[in-house]
């Protein structure tokens, strides 16, 4: 009961400081997603940026910092929550409620913004509207509600979904309960298991995306193969996950379609990390790896063939806090920091269709802004590692300014 009280009001008060009042935040430099402004100015009026510019009269001292846009998650899975040792009957009560380190641990590499792909029990949409009604502190949430699954155990669950017929009225299900996008399982593949058996056929695929684009919704599909991938950009998926060894064919067609990539080499590397916490084998530890370095190089190989990468995590779990690592391995792959820094920026704001509110800093965006120590275009790392203060929505929400 405490507890909650003090979530409460950590949140009122939070609230509370957003004053509506014009407010002048003063940087070194700031990147606003095109652009370098050297020593210069980002004002505020309530939620969002009214000027970027030269500094004119009082402002608040970042200058030893670069501010950079609110970043942009493009795959997380807030509500999975490792330690929940609360009844069944009471589990996604107490899922939203663990959730909230996960919110807050995100908040702090500097992510605003999450697309997040799948939850159970529309635990997900819940945490969205209650951190959009000020209950809770965490970033911006795009939700998918159930990520529809083919039949493969001996009970259907409300995820799961054969033949197009199906695949509408899943789909159609989670639009009604409040979803802002779609996510389908298109192989398999999870956790220790790097299979990628294709799950749902091209017709069920196509269903899905039709179903979604005709409702104003976008659609994420799942695959950690090359045959779910094929069929998923054939079908209209506005972004592939995953996707290791897709093949030339494929690579093209996502160019010719300008499909998003969200690769998640990370969270693989995550598994590795942490095998012993998630109860994994220590031979998972090489599939892991294995499936890691073709990830790298199916990333390598779209970047050269220009498909548009968007970072995305997977986190899930403990790896919240780390949401940022993503964009280390796309430097790896060939990015320079400035166009990996863009797949979590203005390239995720146009695939969210959101270029308007998040993902740079200009005049009618949302405040969302990020204070790091360093120069983030000549070394990622001081994205990944090095943010000292992050406002959103005009709210300061994490400030490590002070030694
Ligand atoms: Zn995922």
Same mark, same amino acid.
């Given at each position: 009961?405490?507890?909650?009280? +003090?979530?409460?009001?950590?949140?009122?008060?939070?609230?509370?400081?957003?004053?509506?009042?014009?407010?002048?935040?003063? =940087?070194?430099?700031?990147?606003?997603?095109a652009k370098v402004w050297k020593d210069?100015?980002?004002?505020?009026?309530?939620?969002?940026?009214?000027?970027?510019?030269?500094?004119?009269?009082?402002?608040?001292?970042?200058?030893?910092?670069?501010?950079?846009?609110?970043?942009?998650?493009? @795959?997380?899975?807030?509500?999975?929550?490792?330690?929940?040792?609360?009844?069944? &009957?009471?589990?996604?009560?107490?899922?939203?409620?663990? &959730?909230? #380190?996960?919110?807050?641990?995100?908040?702090?590499?500097?992510?605003?913004?999450?697309? #997040?792909?799948?939850?159970?029990?529309?635990?997900?949409?819940?945490?969205?509207? %209650?951190? /959009? /009604? !000020?209950?809770?502190?965490?970033?911006?949430?795009?939700?998918?509600?159930?990520?529809?699954?083919?039949?493969?155990?001996?009970?259907?669950?409300?995820?799961?979904?054969?033949?197009?017929?199906?695949?509408?009225?899943?789909?159609?299900?989670?639009?009604?309960?409040?979803?802002?996008?779609?996510?389908?399982?298109?192989?398999?593949?999870?956790?220790?298991?790097?299979?990628? =058996?294709?799950?749902?056929?091209?017709?069920?695929?196509?269903?899905?995306?039709d179903a979604a684009h005709a409702l104003?919704?976008?659609?994420?599909?799942?695959?950690?193969?090359?045959?779910?991938?094929?069929?998923?950009?054939?079908?209209?998926?506005?972004?592939?996950? @995953?996707?290791?060894?897709?093949?030339?064919?494929?690579?093209?067609?996502?160019v010719r379609r300008k499909t998003f990539?969200?690769?998640?080499?990370?969270?693989?590397?995550?598994?590795?990390?942490?095998?012993?916490?998630?109860?994994?084998?220590?031979?998972?530890?090489?599939?892991?790896?294995?499936?890691?370095?073709?990830?790298?190089?199916?990333?390598?190989? +779209?970047?050269? &063939? !220009?498909?548009?990468?968007?970072?995305?995590?997977?986190?899930?779990?403990?790896?919240?806090?780390?949401?940022?690592?993503? %964009?280390?391995?796309?430097?790896? +792959?060939?990015?320079?920091?400035?166009?990996?820094?863009?797949?979590?920026?203005?390239? &995720?704001?146009?695939?969210?269709?959101?270029?308007?509110?998040?993902?740079?800093?200009?005049?009618?965006?949302?405040?969302?802004?990020?204070?790091?120590?360093?120069?983030?275009?000549?070394?990622?790392?001081?994205?990944?590692?090095?943010?000292?203060?992050?406002?959103?929505?005009?709210?300061?929400?994490?400030?490590?300014?002070?030694?």
């Amino acid at each position: 009961m405490t507890i909650r009280a +003090a979530n409460c009001c950590i949140a009122a008060a939070l609230l509370f400081a957003r004053s509506a009042a014009a407010e002048t935040y003063h =940087f070194g430099a700031i990147w606003d997603g095109a652009k370098v402004w050297k020593d210069a100015c980002i004002t505020t009026k309530a939620d969002r940026i009214e000027t970027v510019g030269p500094c004119t009269g009082a402002s608040v001292d970042l200058t030893r910092f670069t501010a950079i846009p609110g970043l942009i998650d493009l @795959h997380t899975h807030m509500t999975y929550v490792l330690e929940n040792r609360v009844s069944q &009957a009471g589990r996604n009560a107490a899922v939203v409620y663990l &959730a909230q #380190d996960n919110a807050r641990k995100t908040l702090e590499t500097g992510v605003t913004t999450v697309r #997040d792909l799948g939850a159970s029990d529309y635990a997900d949409i819940a945490m969205r509207d %209650l951190i /959009n /009604n !000020g209950n809770m502190v965490g970033p911006r949430m795009f939700v998918a509600g159930y990520g529809l699954q083919i039949t493969r155990g001996r009970t259907s669950t409300p995820n799961t979904a054969d033949g197009p017929t199906e695949v509408l009225r899943v789909v159609r299900q989670q639009i009604g309960a409040g979803a802002d996008w779609v996510k389908m399982y298109g192989s398999t593949g999870s956790g220790r298991d790097v299979t990628g =058996f294709e799950t749902f056929t091209y017709e069920e695929m196509k269903a899905a995306a039709d179903a979604a684009h005709a409702l104003g919704k976008k659609i994420a599909i799942h695959t950690y193969g090359p045959n779910g991938a094929r069929d998923a950009v054939r079908a209209g998926a506005d972004s592939v996950e @995953h996707a290791t060894d897709m093949d030339d064919e494929t690579i093209a067609e996502m160019v010719r379609r300008k499909t998003f990539y969200v690769p998640t080499i990370d969270h693989n590397r995550y598994y590795v990390d942490n095998y012993r916490k998630l109860n994994y084998p220590p031979t998972a530890v090489n599939d892991l790896n294995d499936y890691i370095q073709r990830n790298l190089e199916t990333a390598r190989k +779209a970047l050269k &063939a !220009g498909v548009r990468f968007g970072m995305g995590s997977d986190a899930v779990y403990t790896m919240f806090g780390e949401n940022t690592r993503e %964009l280390g391995w796309f430097v790896k +792959a060939g990015m320079t920091p400035e166009a990996a820094l863009r797949t979590a920026t203005t390239a &995720a704001a146009e695939l969210m269709g959101m270029e308007k509110t998040v993902g740079s800093l200009k005049p009618g965006t949302f405040a969302d802004v990020v204070a790091v120590d360093g120069d983030p275009l000549s070394n990622i790392d001081v994205v990944i590692q090095k943010v000292r203060w992050v406002m959103k929505g005009g709210t300061i929400v994490v400030d490590k300014t002070k030694p």
